[in-house]
């Protein structure tokens, strides 16, 4: 991408939309908004146990997201914003507060798979150690 000139004109609309100040109360109660149709979705649709399950609100969240984005640049806020991280953060801590993925146990793998794993790196790096090594040596007789 090249840099603006002085002459070029430039489209100053979008940024011209924020100029005024972020009315942080009106954005709050906006939120507060967004949130209370969440909140009624997920209490009344989704089950407690089912909360952790994605497909079960995917929706929902989505419009949740797009609500709190619409309205904050609406209200002449950018967006995310601290008072927009701040409204998200609490209801993802009613809501989804238990999602923490269970402990995970590592294993390594089988001695065969592990020995295969860490055997084909170094033969094929050996292999085009000798590939270069025998091509110098081939350019050297051909010139």
């Known amino acids: 991408m090249r840099g603006?000139?002085?002459?070029?004109?430039?489209?100053?609309?979008?940024?011209?939309?924020?100029?005024?100040e972020c009315n942080r109360s009106l954005l709050?109660?906006?939120?507060?908004?967004?949130?209370?149709r969440f909140t009624s979705h997920m209490d009344h649709h989704v089950q407690p146990q089912d909360r952790c399950n994605l497909t079960h609100f995917i929706g929902e969240y989505h419009i949740f997201s797009y609500c709190t984005e619409i309205?904050?640049?609406?209200?002449?806020?950018?967006?995310?914003?601290?008072?927009?991280?701040?409204?998200?953060i609490h209801i993802h801590k009613h809501f989804f507060s238990n999602c923490t993925a269970e402990n995970a146990l590592?294993?390594?793998?089988?001695?065969?798979?592990?020995?295969?794993?860490?055997?084909?790196?170094?033969?094929?790096?050996?292999?085009?150690v000798v590939l270069v090594v025998w091509c110098s040596k081939r350019s050297d007789i051909l010139a």
């Open 71 to 88: 309205n904050s640049d609406r209200i002449g806020c950018f967006w995310p914003n601290p008072v927009v991280e701040h409204f998200i």
């Open 28 to 36: 709050l109660l906006e939120m507060e908004t967004c949130g209370a």
């Open 106 to 128: 590592h294993e390594d793998p089988p001695d065969d798979t592990l020995a295969l794993l860490i055997l084909v790196p170094v033969f094929l790096t050996l292999a085009m």
């Open 4 to 20: 603006l000139s002085a002459t070029d004109v430039v489209d100053l609309s979008l940024t011209q939309q924020h100029h005024h």
